[in-house]
C-alpha cells in the first residue's frame, strides 16, 4: 500500500468512525477535485 496524501486521509479515516465517510469523501475530492 503506498502512502499517498489522499491515501494518508483514507487510513486516517480507518482509524477512526465513519472509515467509509472520509474514504469516499477523500476518494472523491481526489478524484472528482
Do not use: K, P, Q, W
Amino acid at each position: 500500500m503506498r502512502i499517498d496524501s489522499r491515501t494518508n486521509i483514507a487510513v486516517i479515516g480507518v482509524g477512526g468512525i465513519g472509515s467509509n465517510l472520509v474514504g469516499s469523501i477523500a476518494s472523491a475530492l481526489s478524484t472528482g477535485a
